[in-house]
């Protein structure tokens, strides 16, 4: 049995379960500069996933470091395997008011996401489960079976006012454990039905799974799909989102959904300086080869607890451009790893930023991306009726 000291008065209360931090391992690159690069655990116990370590949430009260005790305790220690746990939330339609995103309300029918790209902002949410934001968020999923029958509820409400839902804009709809539980599948059967407007984004080829329910909401103009394109490197790809779609599965289907008549959207996202940015091109010109029509980018985003994770991740694969990616990121975020400043989050501001920019708007204007943007619609809008309504006379 491995050996645990408590290290600062942070700790998270699933420590023993799921030990946050191994005994110190540097990397090759790893200096005393970054003693987070200590903390990595065994790559067997995390093999396919795509944080390095399983650091506590930031509302805990203690942290846990495991070390070896001299007994080889460490190698007891078993590997990260997916759990599920049922979500048996209320309501399923969460509402925002950012202003510089075009929605207000969406659905997540998964909390965590087994894809594990390693960048993903979503991460930070699993600290208010009592779970760590790094391997934790891959590993301990929780389903929302209920979500197709709460939707409906929601919907038959009088005071309901249509808008399109966005869906996937935290954890991915058609992560992995989708294939078996079907839960999106439901969520979309409802959504036909009552002729409401839907907006998705993916990373994965399981959506073409759906292609016959979004055909007959696309000929009423009730959905849109975007593809999320990272790069086209599949040893990039497998390393930064182990288990998401490999980059020519993402493309394919992003044809067949474009030959089925959906809207699609490739989102090249996130760009991050010095390490993906220089396939801009390549990604629009390859979607645009596939049939896309328009098209979107996110420059990389560290809130949080996902900067230490993302820095992990660099240093262990691409040492050698650590420094220098870090660099031009703060270059774009005025000076910080990350500004969460509406309006400029997405996009970033300064030199770099605005090349970027630049070099997309150039691309998809030679490609002939975004000429037209299409428009949903909630003039299909039929209330569900509720469980129990009488119904009208007349």
């Known amino acids: 049995m491995a050996c645990y000291v408590l290290v600062m008065s942070r700790a998270s209360s699933h420590a023993l379960k799921h030990p946050p931090v191994t005994a110190p391992s540097k990397p090759a690159g790893a200096t005393s500069a970054f003693p987070e690069l200590e903390v990595a655990i065994e790559r067997g116990r995390r093999?396919?996933?795509?944080a390095q370590s399983n650091p506590s949430g930031r509302f805990e009260a203690e942290a846990y470091t495991a070390?070896?005790?001299?007994?080889q305790s460490l190698d007891d220690l078993p590997p990260f395997k997916t759990t599920v746990t049922l979500d048996t939330a209320r309501k399923v339609i969460t509402r925002n008011e950012s202003p510089d995103i075009g929605f207000d309300r969406s659905i997540n029918p998964y909390r965590g996401c087994e894809h594990g790209c390693v960048y993903c902002f979503a991460r930070p949410t699993h600290a208010y489960l009592g779970l760590s934001p790094g391997l934790d968020f891959e590993s301990r999923l929780f389903a929302k079976p209920d979500a197709p029958t709460l939707l409906e509820k929601e919907l038959a409400a009088q005071d309901y006012e249509p808008r399109m839902i966005a869906i996937g804009t935290n954890t991915d709809p058609y992560q992995p454990i989708e294939r078996e539980r079907k839960i999106m599948r439901g969520i979309l059967e409802v959504l036909d039905r009552a002729g409401h407007p839907v907006g998705i984004v993916t990373k994965s080829a399981l959506v073409m799974r759906d292609i016959d329910i979004l055909a007959r909401m696309a000929k009423r103009n009730l959905v849109k799909v975007a593809l999320s394109v990272t790069t086209l490197d599949p040893k990039l790809a497998?390393?930064?989102?182990?288990?998401?779609?490999?980059?020519?599965?993402?493309l394919e289907a992003l044809r067949r959904l474009a030959q089925a008549g959906i809207p699609t959207t490739v989102m090249v996202a996130p760009i991050i300086p010095a390490l993906n940015d220089s396939e801009i091109e390549r990604i629009l010109d390859a979607a645009a080869h596939a049939g896309v029509k328009e098209?979107?980018?996110?420059?990389?985003?560290?809130p949080l607890e996902?900067?230490?994770?993302?820095?992990?991740?660099?240093m262990a694969n691409y040492p050698d451009r650590y420094?220098?990616?870090?660099?031009l990121i703060r270059d774009m975020r005025g000076g910080r790893d990350y500004d969460s400043q509406w309006g400029t989050r997405m996009k970033g501001t300064g030199p770099m930023a605005w090349t970027i920019g630049r070099r997309f708007e150039i691309?998809?204007?030679k490609l002939g991306l975004n000429k037209r943007r299409s428009k949903l619609t909630v003039e299909h809008f039929a209330r569900p009726e509720r469980s129990g309504q009488q119904l009208s006379l007349f």
């Not at 070390?67 to 007994?71: E, I, L, Q």
């Not at 497998?238 to 993402?250: C, F, I, L, Y």
């Not at 098209?295 to 560290?302: G, I, Q």
């Not at 996902?306 to 660099?314: G, I, K, P, Q, Y």
Request: one cysteine or more; hydrophobic letters at 35%.
């Open 47 to 50: 093999r396919g996933r795509g």
């Open 67 to 71: 070390f070896d005790d001299g007994w």
């Open 238 to 250: 497998r390393s930064m989102e182990p288990r998401a779609s490999t980059p020519p599965n993402r």
């Open 295 to 302: 098209a979107s980018y996110v420059l990389l985003r560290l």
């Open 306 to 314: 996902v900067r230490d994770l993302f820095r992990e991740w660099l």
């Open 323 to 327: 420094r220098h990616v870090f660099t």
């Open 363 to 365: 691309a998809c204007e």
